[in-house]
């Protein structure tokens, strides 16, 4: 056989198949989800301290990089509730 394979729909594996792509989609998007959350956490913390410190262009640059976080997660909202592959 060239690559070709063949999976007979209806059958536990198939469904065991599809439960794993699921589960593997699922788990990428969390760790996604996650690193972002990290990430935004720590740009707001970055910007409260340029804030105290009153350095104007370090607190436009994590404010720039809050909203591109904050952007991520709200685009990732949409696709859950949008994609049905994706469960939560």
Do not use: I, P, W
């Not at 065991?16 to 996604?32: K, R, W, Y």
């Not at 970055?46 to 262009?57: K, M, P, Q, S, V």
Request: with cysteine.
């Amino acid at each position: 056989m060239s690559g070709k394979y063949f999976t007979v729909k209806d059958s536990l594996f198939a469904e065991t198949e599809a439960a794993m792509v699921n589960f593997c989609h699922n788990l990428f998007l969390s760790n996604a989800v996650n690193q972002c959350a990290d990430q935004l956490v720590k740009a707001e913390e970055a910007y409260n301290e340029a804030l105290l410190r009153n350095d104007e262009e370090l607190m436009e640059q994590k404010k720039l990089e809050m909203q591109a976080y904050q952007s991520s997660l709200t685009l990732t909202a949409y696709m859950f509730n949008e994609v049905d592959e994706v469960s939560t």
